[in-house]
């Protein structure tokens, strides 16, 4: 069964990227799906900040579409966020999914001012 792990930095300091990786495993990244940058700030509900379909176009949530790019590394069978010019409003658990039936355990990010 395919799973899901992300990785990268717990802390960010503002006006700094912020890039996380998930790493796919039990599956192929190219199959006929699409992955997802999902975030829940404290006390807020679930934000999708981007799609990245296994053809390899993307989408991003308007909102955020200025500082977020999805990318994928077939070779690695991995797929990765940056989030440019953080701040601590950028703080959240984020998740990878292949939307919207697998997901990874979470990761925190903190930005700090």
């Known amino acids: 069964q395919v799973q899901l792990q992300e990785s990268g930095p717990g802390l960010v300091k503002a006006s700094q990227t912020l890039s996380l990786t998930c790493t796919v495993s039990g599956g192929s990244i190219t199959t006929k799906t699409a992955w997802s940058w999902v975030r829940q700030a404290p006390g807020k509900g679930l934000e999708c900040l981007g799609v990245i379909h296994y053809g390899g176009s993307t989408y991003y949530s308007p909102s955020l579409k200025s500082r977020t790019s999805i990318s994928a590394d077939t070779s690695k069978n991995q797929f990765s966020l940056q989030l440019t010019s953080v701040t601590p409003e950028d703080t959240a658990v984020y998740y990878c999914?292949?939307?919207?039936?697998?997901w990874g355990q979470g990761t925190q990010v903190t930005v700090s001012s």
């Open positions: 999914t292949r939307i919207w039936d697998t």
